[in-house]
């Protein structure tokens, strides 16, 4: 259900890009606004980054395998780090077409482009609202980043109106600023790359960032019948789920059968608890007081 779920919201994301992206384009040239036709570059780069946020969620999702036993969910942040690269390469291409028409004269922007921004704008900000909602519900990594394609696409929107207001009061003399607005906007852009690639970087390099969720597997742990105490407790996300290596305190004159099968009911009571989870390596350690170390 949560694959079929994560798809779907992709789909959302690509076919509003594409609608969004012709249409930017086409107010965008009638209108005389490149700040606009650069609005429209990132929705058409957006298409490509959602297309590829697709692919990578039918291989992320795949079951574990022999050669693969902690399943494909590595693929995210990789997929990630090329929405990233889509989000970079529409900055260079906007900043570089702003700078070479900021020296270019040209007619004023039409105002009736401002309506047509103000609906981008608000469609933009609720596709965000929706993706990363749904982002943060799947645990998806990828998914949020494409959600920020939304708020950038946003953002740059926003610029565009600012620019084109000034375009507009200023009068002549003041045609090219929606150009600098899109410059502005190219800026925001490559900021808000930096702010997706940061986090799937560390999901790559398993940054441990969970201190909340350890807590409560931890808490969760000590509800298993024979778990005396916890100690170690690290986090792995492949994917949209969790895997969670654990080192519990038992009774050290039980048997290592019994030690045993309190780590099978320690895994089965955090898959329970916490759905997300999908694999516990457990490490049991006998519990010992101040008076009785053990060597």
């Given amino acids: 259900m949560n694959q079929n779920e ?23 040239v009638l209108g005389n606004s490149f700040a606009i036709i650069a609005d429209a570059i990132e929705s058409t780069a957006d298409i490509f980054s959602s297309f590829v946020v697709f692919l990578g969620l039918k291989i992320s999702t795949k079951p574990s395998d022999e050669k693969h036993p902690y399943g494909h ?23 570089m077409e702003a700078i070479k028409n900021i020296r270019t004269p040209h007619e004023m922007p039409k105002s009736f482009t401002l309506i047509f921004l103000l609906l981008v704008i608000l ?29 950038s696409d946003a953002i740059t929107s926003v610029a565009a109106f600012i620019g084109i207001c000034i375009a507009l009061i200023g009068g002549k003399g003041w045609e090219n600023a929606d150009d600098w607005a899109a410059l502005v906007a190219s800026g925001l852009i490559l900021y808000n790359a930096y702010l997706i690639f940061r986090p799937a970087l560390g999901e790559l390099l398993d940054e441990q ?28 996300k492949f ?57």
């Fill in 73 to 95: 969910g590595k693929i995210e942040p990789l997929i990630t780090f090329i929405v990233v690269a889509f989000l970079a390469f529409s900055s260079f291409i906007i900043a």
């Fill in 6 to 28: 994560a798809k779907n919201t992709v789909l959302f994301s690509l076919a509003l890009n594409a609608f969004l992206a012709a249409a930017k384009f086409t107010v965008g």
């Fill in 239 to 295: 994917g949209m789920n969790y895997f969670v290596d654990i080192h519990v305190r038992v009774n050290r004159h039980i048997s290592v059968e019994e030690g045993h099968n309190i780590a099978h009911h320690l895994k089965n009571h955090l898959v329970d608890v916490f759905p997300y989870i999908e694999g516990v390596m457990t490490h049991v350690e006998p519990m010992v007081d101040d008076s009785s170390p053990v060597p």
């Fill in 123 to 151: 469609f933009k900000e609720l596709s965000f609202q929706y993706v990363n909602k749904k982002g943060k519900k799947l645990n998806s990594t990828s998914i949020k980043a494409d959600a920020w394609h939304h708020r």
């Fill in 209 to 236: 960032k969970y201190d909340d969720l350890i807590q409560q597997i931890k808490a969760a742990a000590l509800e298993v019948s024979g778990v005396e105490n916890t100690e170690k407790c690290y986090i792995r």
